[in-house]
C-alpha cells in the first residue's frame, strides 16, 4: 500500500458536501485525505429540494438516520410528480414512484389495462399504481414491515432544504476526518509538462496541493473547464429553458406528499413543499419570455405568501464532453446540467459520488498518469447518464398539447434517434423496452407517454392468452385493494406533525 491519496474538493454545496460524505465514509485515512475548499462569499444555487426514490440508497450507504435527516432538512414524503397542462390546459397527471399492477402472466401488466381501454374499460391507469392512489387521498405511510400488505411496497423520495442537506453532511463528513478550508482560489497551479493539477491557490496566498481534485464548483467548472479545457456539449437547441427564478412561500393548508410541475406560457412552475415553506420556481425560455414576466408569473401564482424576493438563475443545458480529465473529476454542476423537471440533479450527484468510490485510483504512475482505464469508464458511464435523462426530459416537451409559440417550438424540435425510436414502438405496439443502467424504467415512460396523450394502437398479443373475465376481475381486484390500503393510511400532513411536531414557519430561509 502506498501513501495515502490527497483529495481536494473545490466547491461545497450540496455537491460538494455529498461527495465529502460519501468519500469520508468509503476512505479510512490510510487510503485518503480528504480537504474541501469553499468560500461563504460564493453563493450556491441551493434550489434543488425535490429528489427522486435513490436518495434513500444513498442516505442507506452513509448509514443516516431516516427520522434524524428529515428533522435536519425539514423533509417531506414525496411518492411522485404532478404534471398540470402539459397535454392542454385543464389536463393534468401524475408520474407516480412503483410499478403498475403486478404482472399475473407472461405480457406486462399495462398490456391487460391496454386491452380493456379498447373495449372503453379499465379506467385510469393510475388506478393501478399505488403511490398514485396515494397521492391522490393526500396520504402517506412507510412500506410496512408486513410483506402481505400492499402498502409493503411504498416506494418514495423525499423533498428537502438542499442548503440544509449539505450543512447536515458537513457534519457527517468532518465527523469522519474530513477537512474543510475556507477560501476563495484565485489561482490553479498546473504542471508545465503533464498538465496535471498540482494544486490551488487561495486569495489568502496559502497554496493547497494535492493528488486528485473533484471539481464541484458549480456551472463555471473552475478545474475541469477553467483549467483543463473538458469542453462543453450544448443541449439547448434540444432543451430550449436557459433560465429560472425561484422564490419561498408559506406553505399552503395541506403538504401534498408530490412535487407538481405546472406548465405556463413559455416553460413550467415547480412546487415543493417542505416543513417549514414550500420551494418554488419557474423555469423558461428567455427567447420566448422576458425575466420580468417570468417573476411576475411566479409571484401571482403562489399558493402562499412570498417570503423572499424573486431570485434569478441562469443556466446552459448541457454536459462536458468529459467529466475526468487528467487528475480532475467533475461532480454536480460542473459536470453538466439538466433541468430540474423530474428531480434528477441530486440523483446525478449521487451518481458521480458512487462512480468516484467505484474508480477510486491510487497515487499517480511515474509516468505521472491515473489509470486511463477508469478515467474512460467514468466519462462512458457519466455521458450515458445525462443522455438518458435528457431523452425522458425532452418527452415532455415533444409531446406537449399546448398553444403558443414556445410549446409549439417544442414539438417540432428535433429528438435524438433512440427517443424517437422509443416513441414510435410505444405508439405502435405499446410496448417499452429500457435498458437495466437506465434511471427511468417502464413504468416511467409509460406514466409519461400515457399522460401526454401517445396512446398506443395495440397491445402485446400474449396478453390475449387471458379470458377478458379474467382480466376484469384482477384489474378490479388490483383497484379496490390499493384503494382500501390508502384509506388506511395518515393524512401526510398528520404523518409528519406525530414525527416532527407542527412546523415552524418563522424559521430561518436557506
Excluded at 28 to 48: H, R
Excluded at 81 to 101: A, C, L, N, R
Excluded at 270 to 293: A, C, F, K
Excluded at 419 to 441: P, V, W
Aim: proline share 5%; with cysteine.
Amino acid at each position: 500500500m502506498g501513501a495515502p491519496l490527497n483529495i481536494v474538493i473545490v466547491g461545497g454545496g450540496t455537491a460538494g458536501w455529498m461527495t465529502a460524505a460519501g468519500l469520508s465514509l468509503a476512505c479510512p485515512p490510510q487510503l485518503a485525505t480528504i480537504t474541501l475548499i469553499e468560500s461563504d462569499d460564493i453563493g450556491t444555487i441551493g434550489v434543488g429540494e425535490a429528489s427522486i426514490p435513490s436518495i434513500a440508497h444513498f442516505n442507506s450507504l452513509l448509514r443516516i438516520d431516516e427520522r434524524e435527516f428529515m428533522a435536519k432538512t425539514r423533509a417531506t414524503f414525496k411518492l411522485g410528480i404532478e404534471f398540470v397542462g402539459w397535454g392542454g390546459e385543464g389536463q393534468s397527471y401524475m408520474h407516480p414512484f412503483g410499478s403498475f399492477g403486478t404482472n399475473f402472466d407472461l405480457a406486462a401488466f399495462h398490456h391487460y389495462w391496454l386491452r380493456l381501454k379498447q373495449m372503453g374499460e379499465g379506467g385510469d391507469i393510475l388506478d393501478y399504481n399505488l403511490s398514485a392512489v396515494l397521492s391522490r387521498q393526500g396520504r402517506f405511510a412507510p412500506p410496512s414491515p408486513d410483506k402481505n400488505s400492499p402498502l409493503s411496497s411504498v416506494v418514495y423520495a423525499y423533498h428537502f432544504d438542499a442548503g440544509l442537506y449539505a450543512r447536515y453532511l458537513r457534519s457527517y463528513a468532518e465527523a469522519r476526518g474530513a477537512r474543510r478550508l475556507e477560501g476563495m482560489i484565485t489561482q490553479v497551479g498546473q504542471n508545465s509538462e503533464t498538465g496535471y493539477i498540482e494544486g490551488v491557490t487561495l486569495k489568502d496566498g496559502r497554496v493547497i496541493a494535492g493528488d486528485f481534485f473533484i471539481d464541484c464548483s458549480g456551472f463555471r467548472g473552475l478545474l475541469i473547464e477553467g483549467a483543463l479545457k473538458a469542453g462543453f456539449e450544448d443541449w439547448s437547441h434540444l432543451l430550449p429553458c436557459d433560465r429560472a427564478v425561484a422564490v419561498p412561500s408559506e406553505n399552503p393548508a395541506q403538504l401534498t406528499p408530490y412535487t407538481r410541475a405546472t406548465a405556463r406560457k413559455a416553460g413550467w412552475q415547480w412546487r415543493i413543499p417542505l416543513q417549514h415553506r414550500t420551494g418554488n420556481g419557474l423555469v423558461y425560455s428567455s427567447s420566448h419570455m422576458s425575466d420580468d414576466e417570468a417573476a411576475q408569473t411566479l409571484l401571482s401564482s403562489l399558493e402562499g405568501k412570498a417570503l423572499a424576493d424573486p431570485r434569478p438563475i441562469r443556466f446552459l443545458t448541457g454536459r462536458r464532453k468529459s467529466a475526468w480529465v487528467k487528475n480532475c473529476a467533475a461532480v454536480g454542476l460542473s459536470a453538466g446540467f439538466l433541468e430540474p423537471l423530474e428531480s434528477t440533479s441530486i440523483h446525478l450527484i449521487q451518481k458521480g459520488v458512487s462512480k468516484l468510490i467505484q474508480c477510486l485510483p491510487r497515487q499517480a504512475t511515474a509516468g505521472g498518469a491515473f489509470a486511463p482505464h477508469l478515467m474512460d469508464h467514468f466519462n462512458r458511464e457519466t455521458r450515458h447518464e445525462y443522455e438518458d435523462v435528457r431523452d425522458f426530459l425532452m418527452l415532455h416537451y415533444k409531446a406537449n398539447a399546448r398553444d403558443g409559440a414556445f410549446w409549439r417550438y417544442c414539438r417540432e424540435q428535433d429528438i435524438s434517434d433512440r427517443l424517437k425510436a422509443r416513441m414510435d414502438l410505444f405508439r405502435e405496439s405499446g410496448r417499452i423496452f429500457t435498458g437495466e443502467t437506465e434511471l427511468f424504467r417502464d413504468p416511467s415512460w409509460l406514466s409519461v407517454m400515457l399522460g401526454q396523450g401517445i396512446f398506443p394502437q395495440d397491445y402485446d398479443p400474449l396478453a390475449d392468452r387471458m379470458t377478458i373475465d379474467d382480466i376484469r376481475q384482477n384489474l378490479a381486484h388490483i383497484s379496490r385493494t390499493y384503494l382500501r390500503s390508502a384509506a388506511q393510511a395518515p393524512r401526510h400532513e398528520d404523518f409528519l406533525q406525530q414525527h416532527f411536531g407542527k412546523p415552524n414557519i418563522a424559521t430561518e430561509i436557506v
